[in-house]
């Protein structure tokens, strides 16, 4: 059974519409198969009754591997001489810079054609669903861009820090690599991440509703040492950022905010920033919506009021029932999603299995996380894998059997402010139908008696 995730070849023309079509391998998806219909898609709680006879794992001897099978096959697997082990590898000199495993090569980002207008001004989806730990590789963050990748000459670049401070300043990469140096873990996630799941379960894989999202250990400078230097005036409340790419990308952040806990960063993960994640500066907004952290950062303006750029007023504003919209909604409210079964991770057979997911919060730490087998009638509590830090993915896991019954899989957070996540009932009652933005709501795999997983919504 393949695990590569599918990928949507073309507008549903429904809101209820059918699963996206394979992914960039061609190869059948998980889960494909079967009607896709509205029948399938909105379930009530109580079609599947209660917990589908799951209990908790039991320990003991685990099955044969699956890769052998089982009996003489899997004997023959581990004591047969297999063909790598006879001959020599490559030297050190082939690969200068690391690369995954050719049998990992599934483990990219992708793309969903009909999201955007064009490849300048368009999105790819991290592969969380292969993911372990919390940390997420740089050659897989995904990427958002408005006007293209910038290329920028690290040698060329300069950022200034102007408006309500006692000191305009302009300082080279090599002044900020000179300057006291803050590194820290934080999840970034684009504000438009499920918002396709407004509507009804739209996309068929966990990289394409969840996977506008990464976390990284980021180090550069605080924007708290960088006003220090330039001293700040009585009135200064609010900071304009503005990148260097084609899109002039500037919001506004409440200066507050920045001296907190915002940085200029020009390395994640060790390494220098990749050039689609802001190469050679890029502002870092722990907690608040992705495109907030401005890339190709080259200028932070200090004022007295918000300056209202088309980023904050024309976009990422969340239309609510009445026909206005609200304005200034940073912070990534809690949200979960299992990772592990889903459509790209099927159950490949019954017995022990091991649920794995993410969660995350703008407010701060996880501080639980719920999993129910039955759409949201009951709930078990999972076990948080360390380290548990604030406004950064948390991994959580929990040992169950599977005897080939179907389920409905959910995972709900509780954060340390005691904000619980919501349905999608909840959200739509809230804020109506017709926003894109900040959709926190819990979602549900239905778990088939084949083992795969399908995107469903429940009543």
Request: charged share 20%; net charge neutral.
């Amino acid at each position: 059974m393949s695990d590569t995730p599918r990928e949507p070849a073309a507008r549903p023309s429904r809101r209820d519409a059918e699963d996206p079509r394979a992914g960039d391998q061609g190869a059948p998806s998980p889960g494909d198969g079967g009607d896709h219909g509205t029948g399938r898609r909105n379930f009530l709680r109580a079609g599947l009754g209660a917990a589908g006879g799951l209990v908790a794992a039991t320990t003991g001897a685990g099955k044969a591997a699956a890769a052998g099978g089982s009996g003489n096959s899997a004997s023959n697997a581990i004591t047969n001489l297999p063909t790598w082990t006879k001959y020599l590898g490559p030297g050190v000199e082939a690969r200068p810079y690391g690369q995954p495993s050719k049998f990992e090569d599934s483990v990219v980002r992708r793309n969903v054609d009909w999201l955007t207008a064009t490849k300048q001004s368009s999105v790819n989806f991290t592969p969380i669903y292969a993911l372990e730990g919390f940390v997420t590789p740089n050659g897989i963050c995904f990427e958002r861009h408005h006007g293209g990748r910038a290329d920028v000459d690290p040698a060329q670049h300069r950022l200034m820090v102007n408006g309500h401070v006692e000191r305009e300043l302009v300082f080279t990469l090599n002044d900020l690599l000179r300057m006291p140096q803050a590194s820290r873990f934080y999840f970034l996630e684009c504000a438009a991440n499920t918002g396709m799941e407004w509507h009804g379960a739209q996309l068929n894989g966990v990289q394409f509703t969840h996977g506008m999202l990464h976390c990284v250990q980021y180090t550069g400078v605080t924007l708290r040492t960088l006003f220090r230097e330039a001293g700040l005036k009585e009135n200064a409340k609010w900071v304009l950022a503005e990148g260097a790419d084609a899109a002039a990308m500037t919001r506004t952040i409440p200066l507050d905010k920045a001296l907190d806990d915002c940085m200029v960063a020009y390395a994640q993960n060790g390494e220098r920033l990749r050039p689609e994640q802001g190469y050679p500066l890029r502002l870092v907004v722990p907690g608040y919506e992705g495109n907030m952290w401005v890339k190709w950062l080259r200028r932070l303006e200090v004022g007295d009021k918000p300056y209202h750029t088309r980023w904050e007023t024309a976009t990422y504003t969340d239309l609510m029932p009445s026909g206005k919209a609200r304005q200034f909604t940073w912070v990534m409210e809690p949200k979960s999603v299992i990772t592990n079964p889903s459509p790209e991770m099927p159950l490949v057979d019954k017995g022990r299995q091991l649920l794995r997911g993410l969660a995350w919060s703008g407010h701060g730490k996880v501080k639980r996380v719920d999993i129910s087998f039955d759409g949201g009638v009951n709930w078990r509590t999972a076990e948080l894998q360390d380290p548990v830090l604030p406004r950064c993915l948390t991994r959580f896991v929990l040992p169950f059997e599977w005897n080939g019954e179907e389920m409905l899989v959910q995972s709900r957070v509780i954060d340390e402010t005691d904000y619980v996540q919501p349905t999608i009932t909840e959200l739509h009652k809230a804020r109506g139908t017709e926003s894109i933005y900040h959709n926190n709501a819990i979602q549900t795999w239905l778990i088939k008696s084949t083992g795969e997983a399908e995107n469903v919504h429940v009543a």
